[in-house]
């Protein structure tokens, strides 16, 4: 929901960034990789209860998130590129979750269901973008993308606030959690009622 109107904000710095990184011979898919590493991290950080660190690495990788798109606009964009950029995305998603799981035993359940509202959200997401595909829709709201953008409820800067939040009051995670999916719940039956309308 956020995430169109933030881009304005935050792409300029980090076009700036990017160009000094690939004018350096960084290529975005290295940050890429670098984020999913530092995300991952995040999540065995939070997993010993390591909280304040958790809430640093996830900041780190969700920076790199977006220079690698930087990066790539400064020099080539690729379907690999995307490809890569999106798989990292969900391990960066599923790892933060299951850190609190292992954190905390009663947690778990709670992150159990996280993860699963978060791969509803991504099926429907993709499944939406192949459709769009196949129709030849195009948009640039959240800037220029290997594949279509489908606006929901919960996205990009909801996950990173709720996930943010967590780490600060992790003893209040399970309202977090259990809230959020409820929120990405939602994005699946807007994302599907959107597919009904635009794909008849």
């Known amino acids: 929901m956020l995430d169109s109107k933030i881009r304005p904000l935050i792409d300029p710095p980090l076009n700036a960034i990017g160009k000094g ?11 890429t990789l670098a984020g999913a590493v530092f995300g991952i991290a995040a999540g065995v950080a939070i997993g010993y ?10 900041l780190v990788s969700r920076i790199l998130d977006g220079l690698d798109g930087a990066i790539a606009r400064a020099t080539k964009q690729t ?26 035993p009663a947690n778990l359940p709670f992150a159990m269901i996280l993860i699963a509202s978060f791969t509803l959200t ?37 996950t990173i606030t709720a996930f943010v939040l967590m780490c600060l009051l ?10 959020y999916a409820a929120l990405c719940v939602i994005t699946v039956i807007q994302r599907t009622i959107a597919a009904k309308m635009d794909f008849p």
């Open 49 to 58: 209860q390591h909280y304040l660190l958790g809430l640093g690495l996830v």
């Open 79 to 104: 379907d690999f590129g995307g490809y890569l950029d999106i798989v990292c995305d969900f391990a960066f998603y599923v790892a933060v979750p299951l850190g609190f799981g292992f954190a905390v």
């Open 170 to 179: 992790p003893q209040y995670f399970a309202v977090i959690a259990g809230g």
């Open 122 to 158: 991504g099926i429907s997401f993709l499944a939406y973008a192949i459709l769009a595909a196949k129709t030849g829709r195009e948009t640039e709201a959240h800037g220029k993308k290997s594949f279509f953008y489908n606006t929901g409820l919960a996205e990009g800067t909801e």
């Open 21 to 31: 990184l690939a004018r350096a011979g960084v290529s975005a898919n290295q940050v």
